[in-house]
Structure formats: structure tokens, C-alpha cells
């Protein structure tokens, strides 16, 4: 990606790989509580029709046959109280973030919605993931694996944390390709959103890292490969919105 082995991009900015992390959980500490409130100020709701999206491939069991779910950077839990909700009574949600503020908010909506007993709130990192082998049915990632300073070590931990016969399903930004839309998409990214983020959170630098970060992400073909590397099989992927987002699943056989 143009950074040197132990380099790595921060947005646009080339930084060492060590400093990532710290720079990433300032970003979401500083903007964890007004978090939802952007995803659909930014998104004008999509986001919520893109993780539909991700639930309704995740496919969780509707009868009483046990299934656990574990949401790698899962913020503040929209995936997993969407998966709980689609699912039967005994789904189980595991939300790990790295970011304690983030995982605060999720808690409490997690109360407020009655969802505390299906859904359990656990600060991890991605890349060294505090769980046994084998203990998932399925692992997502929601506009999470961009953040993660060492994707392959993250991929390699969701594939191990995985079950035979378990799926990843990896929800992220992606390129767009379609004519038209995406110099409209260009000039949202960088002129609106660094605006709106300013005005909401109080943070321009978070959303100018956000827009930087999607266009710094691998190009869906490349990603896919970087989940067959790390030994998934099966890997396919989806464009949604003219390529906006990308939805990539790769099976533990
Ligand atoms: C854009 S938010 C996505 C939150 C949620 N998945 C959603 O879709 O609304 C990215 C999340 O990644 C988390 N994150 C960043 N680096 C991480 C790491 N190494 N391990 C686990 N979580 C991480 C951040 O703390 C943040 O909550």
C-alpha cells in the first residue's frame, strides 16, 4: 500500500505501523458518543440498509438451535442487536472493540433495548483476539478492518476463532465504479463529510482520517485474496451501492 514494511497509513499520512492503534482510539474515543448520529448523518441511513444486508447473510438460526456470533469491532453493538433480533432464542452476541468508550455506549443501549442478556460487551484487539479456538459459528466485521493496523494477523484470528463449517462476513467501504457516481462520491467524501463530522463531533481530523482510510483500503479483488491467504475458502464478495460498500465472505471448511 506504499508504506514500508514497518510503516503503515494513517489516512493519507505514513506513519510507523506502532502508531496506528493509539491514533485510531483517539479518533473513535472522541467521537464514540455522537458515533450513530453520524453513521446516518453521514450515510442518510444507508448504513442501516447495508447491515441488513450483512444479518440477512449472516442468516442466524430462527429455531432454539444454539448460535454464537462474535462482532469483531463491534463499537457500539448495531450488529449484534440486529443478529440477536433476527435470530432464535438462543443466539448469542459477542461485541469486541478495543475501544472501551465505544463498548460504554453499546452497554448502554444494549440495556435500554432489553438486550443485555443476548448480547455480552468484551474490549479486545482484533489482531490478538482474547477467545479459545473453534468457539464461533460466525465472525462479522463491520466498517471495522480498515482500523485494524495488521488486517492479515486480524484475519488470521477471526479464522481461528472460528468453528468448521463457520463464515466470515466482512462489511467495509469499498471503491466505487460506477460512472457518475463516483465524482459525486469524491466530492461528498472530502468536501461534506470532514464538514458535517466538525459540526456533530466537534472533530474534522476524525472524519478526514475516515474518508483517507476508505480510499487507502485493498481494492475488493485484493481483499478477497488477503481472506483466501489466511485460509478461508469459498471467498466471494458483493458491491452494494455502486461498489460504496463491500460485503466479503469467506467460509472455515
Ligand atoms: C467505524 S467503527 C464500526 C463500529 C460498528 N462495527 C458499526 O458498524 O457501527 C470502527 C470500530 O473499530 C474499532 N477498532 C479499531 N481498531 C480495533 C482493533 N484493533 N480491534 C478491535 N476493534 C478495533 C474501533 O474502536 C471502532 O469501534
Given at each position: 500500500m506504499g508504506a514500508s514494511r514497518d510503516e503503515t497509513h494513517f489516512?493519507?499520512?505514513?506513519?510507523?505501523?506502532?502508531?496506528?492503534?493509539?491514533?485510531?482510539?483517539?479518533?473513535?474515543?472522541s467521537v464514540a458518543r455522537r458515533y450513530?448520529?453520524?453513521?446516518?448523518?453521514?450515510?442518510?441511513?444507508?448504513?442501516?440498509?447495508?447491515?441488513?444486508?450483512?444479518?440477512?447473510?449472516?442468516?442466524?438460526?430462527k429455531s432454539g438451535k444454539p448460535f454464537a456470533l462474535l462482532d469483531l469491532a463491534g463499537g457500539t453493538g448495531d450488529i449484534a442487536f440486529r443478529v440477536v433480533e433476527a435470530g432464535g432464542p438462543n443466539t448469542h452476541a459477542t461485541v469486541c472493540d478495543i475501544n472501551a468508550e465505544m463498548l460504554a455506549v453499546g452497554e448502554e443501549r444494549a440495556a435500554a433495548r432489553g438486550l443485555d442478556a443476548s448480547v455480552t460487551f468484551e474490549q479486545g484487539n482484533a489482531e490478538e483476539l482474547p477467545y479459545a479456538d473453534k468457539g464461533f459459528d460466525c465472525v462479522t466485521i463491520a466498517f471495522g478492518i480498515r482500523n485494524v493496523p495488521r488486517i492479515e494477523r486480524a484475519l488470521?484470528?477471526?479464522?481461528?476463532?472460528?468453528?468448521?463449517?463457520?463464515?466470515f462476513l466482512c462489511l467495509e467501504f469499498s471503491a466505487v465504479d460506477m460512472p457518475g457516481l463516483d465524482r459525486l462520491y469524491e466530492f461528498y467524501s472530502f468536501e461534506a463529510i470532514p464538514r458535517i463530522g466538525e459540526m456533530v463531533t466537534g472533530d474534522r481530523e476524525a472524519?478526514?482520517?475516515?474518508?483517507?482510510?476508505?480510499?487507502?483500503?485493498?481494492?475488493?479483488?485484493?481483499?478477497?485474496?488477503?481472506?483466501?491467504?489466511?485460509?478461508?475458502?469459498?471467498?466471494?464478495?458483493?458491491?452494494?451501492?455502486?461498489?460504496?460498500?463491500?460485503?466479503?465472505?469467506?467460509?472455515?471448511?
Open positions: 489516512g493519507y499520512q505514513s506513519i510507523p505501523l506502532g502508531e496506528k492503534q493509539g491514533r485510531v482510539d483517539d479518533v473513535f474515543h450513530d448520529l453520524m453513521n446516518d448523518l453521514m450515510s442518510g441511513g444507508l448504513h442501516r440498509a447495508w447491515k441488513d444486508v450483512l444479518v440477512t447473510t449472516v442468516n442466524p438460526p488470521a484470528e477471526a479464522y481461528r476463532v472460528l468453528k468448521i463449517g463457520g463464515r472524519y478526514q482520517y475516515l474518508v483517507e482510510s476508505i480510499r487507502k483500503f485493498p481494492k475488493p479483488k485484493a481483499f478477497a485474496a488477503m481472506i483466501e491467504t489466511a485460509g478461508f475458502r469459498r471467498v466471494s464478495y458483493r458491491q452494494l451501492t455502486g461498489g460504496i460498500v463491500a460485503l466479503h465472505s469467506g467460509w472455515k471448511l
